[in-house]
């Protein structure tokens, strides 16, 4: 498999794509999700839990059916946007330094928080490794995939 390819298998929704549209979508998507993962966690909903991986923090949202809060507008949802392609066109079309490693830096970044962030169905917090106040923290995990965004 080619690099920009590993592991991404043939699903549509997550096979790789030069696609720009795709990619800004699914950028988005990823920073929407932090976002709400913050103004939720600031809400008091999420105060028990320790696992805020977006797999498990989704699931709890649809168990308690909450609402997409109302203070991330179709407004801020526009900006976002406006902004996170702004920074993606903003690559040059170089042979590695481009849109495509942006988005490969991106996501990449996403994995390895999920992957701190993910508890699985370990019940026993002594053999979680320590993050140093990464895992309970959703400002930092929104910080580090703005961070790969405009790195």
């Not at 794509?17 to 600031?42: A, E």
């Not at 526009?78 to 991106?106: D, G, I, K, P, W």
């Amino acid at each position: 498999q080619c690099w920009n390819e590993l592991g991404l298998g043939t699903n549509p929704q997550t096979a790789a794509s030069s696609d720009m549209g795709i990619m800004i979508d699914r950028m988005l998507s990823l920073l929407l999700i932090k976002i709400v993962i913050m103004v939720i966690s600031r809400q008091g909903y999420l105060e028990q839990y320790t696992d805020l991986s977006t797999q498990k923090i989704l699931r709890r949202i649809k168990q308690r059916r909450l609402t997409w809060p109302p203070s991330v507008s179709p407004l801020i949802i526009s900006q976002l946007r406006e902004y996170v392609t702004r920074v993606v066109v903003q690559y040059r079309s170089v042979h590695y330094h481009n849109s495509e490693h942006a988005y490969h830096v991106f996501v990449s970044t996403n994995k390895l928080l999920e992957m701190m962030l993910y508890e699985g169905n370990n019940s026993k917090r002594d053999k979680l490794r320590p993050t140093f106040g990464i895992r309970s923290d959703p400002l930092i995990h929104f910080a580090l995939l703005f961070s790969a965004l405009v790195h």
